[in-house]
Structures are given as C-alpha cells and as structure tokens.
Nanobody, 122 residues
Framework: QVHLVESGGGLVQAGGSLRLSCVGSGSFVSINAMGWHRQVPGKQRELVAIFTMDGGQTNYADSVKGRFTISRDNAKNTVYLQMSSLKPEDTAVYYC???????????????WGQGTQVTVSS
C-alpha cells in the first residue's frame, strides 16, 4: 500500500512563506492524481492543489491561485507545496493526497497523509 508523510508545517506570520513536503512510499503501481487538501474545524476538507496525471493537469483552489505552487521531485517520490503571501485564512491542517493503484489492488484508491498543521498569525 501507499504511505504518505507530510512535513514542513508550522507557525508563520502573515505575508510569510512556507514549503510543505510529502514523501510517498509503498507498492505504487499507477498514480492517477496527487496533491494537497486542507481542512479547518467545522468545514469540509477542500482541495488546495493537485496534479492529475491523465492529461497532465494542475489545478488550484481559487483562494490560493497566484500564491501557492505545487511541484514534485520524481526521483525522491516527493511532492511539494510552496506557499507564499500567507494569510490567516490559510490556517488549516494540510493533507497530502494520492489517488493510485498499489500492491495487488486492481482499483484506484485514495490515500492520505496524517496532516501537518499550518498556522498563520497576524
């Protein structure tokens, strides 16, 4: 199966920058999509940025366009989220996400990291 581990979260002042990392490991067979979601208490988990492998699409939430950038290092099995011009409303738990086939499974499944807290102060 797939194991995703996030890092890079923390406390940052408004206007600052932070880079999140997610390292994937496990019996990958095929990856359909990977990216980042975030969630705050009382709200639904929302997509922040995602790579869709079929078609090579990259999508961002409207609220982060122009400020966040998703990237990856295939050699290190790592996906990054560079966050700039951070705002207090960006405060959330950020989760790494992957939709993939792994091991002996024939279907695509959703995999999630444990999440990393990002807190933006003002």
């Amino acid at each position: 199966q797939v194991h995703l581990v996030e890092s890079g979260g923390g406390l940052v002042q408004a206007g600052g920058s932070l880079r999140l990392s997610c390292v994937g490991s496990g019996s990958f067979v095929s990856i359909n999509a990977m990216g980042w979601h975030r969630q705050v208490p009382g709200k639904q988990r929302e997509l922040v940025a995602i790579f869709t492998m079929d078609g090579g699409q990259t999508n961002y939430a409207d609220s982060v366009k122009g400020r966040f950038t998703i990237s990856r290092d295939n050699a290190k099995n790592t996906v990054y989220l560079q966050m700039s011009s951070l705002k207090p409303e960006d405060t959330a738990v950020y989760y790494c996400y992957c939709n993939a086939r792994a091991g002996s499974f024939y279907t695509y499944n959703n995999y999630w990291g444990q999440g990393t807290q990002v807190t933006v102060s003002s």
